[in-house]
């Protein structure tokens, strides 16, 4: 799938040999998030963790969910989520391996979210990350990750759901169509606030 953009926004549904680079992409993105500091305290260590940790999001996603990526530069990873909801969190032997307690934070961070999903609304899409280089980032890299997803849903008529990390990526979001979820914002162990926020389908 491409863009109208040309080569350097052409946007594609990457193989597993991209997987590193674009958890590269995703730590480089989130370094400073919050969020990002509940699950690795120390900045060094997230620094060296974190491109193993998102790079099993990516193969995750590419699996089992819908993956789309620019380039190196940018990624959106979306998980589909059926009727009855999310199976329980566990603990991911990955994580295990790349660090003990960066696993067991995981592990809380995504009963938390886990907790938050919507209920009643049916089968719906998780936008699980959307990330975009610092270096990129404002130039529409995003919302063209986003619409190109959004296009789908609308068609099929499903919802979306997310978890914003931080206000700026609130406003992006609302932007798209999103509106905050009912139960407010999501609070962390360490006092971090995640927004959890729903799209409905378009039917114009």
Known sequence: ???????????????????????????????????????????????????????????????EGTAYAIGIDAVALWMPVAAEGLPEAE??????????????????????????????????????????????????????LLDAHHAYLDQQGLPAYLEAASESARRLYLRHGYADAAGGPIELPDGAVMYPMLREPRTD
Do not use: K, N
Not at 7 to 35: K, Y
Not at 107 to 129: E, K
Not at 132 to 142: A, F, I, K, N, S
């Open 1 to 63: 799938m491409d863009t109208t953009g040309g080569a350097d926004t052409a946007i594609i549904w990457p193989p597993r040999s991209a997987a590193p680079a674009l958890g590269q992409t995703i730590a480089t993105a989130f370094h400073l998030l919050a969020a990002s500091g509940y699950l690795e305290p120390d900045p060094h260590l997230r620094a060296q963790r974190f491109p193993a940790y998102f790079e099993c999001a990516v193969l995750d996603t590419i699996d």
């Open 91 to 144: 603990l991911d032997a990955r994580l295990v391996a790349i660090d003990p307690g960066l696993a067991e934070r995981d592990l809380i961070f995504h009963r938390i979210l886990h907790g938050r999903h919507p209920t009643g609304l049916g089968a719906y899409h998780w936008l699980m990350i959307l990330g975009v280089h610092p270096d990129l980032q404002g130039q529409g890299l995003g919302s063209s």
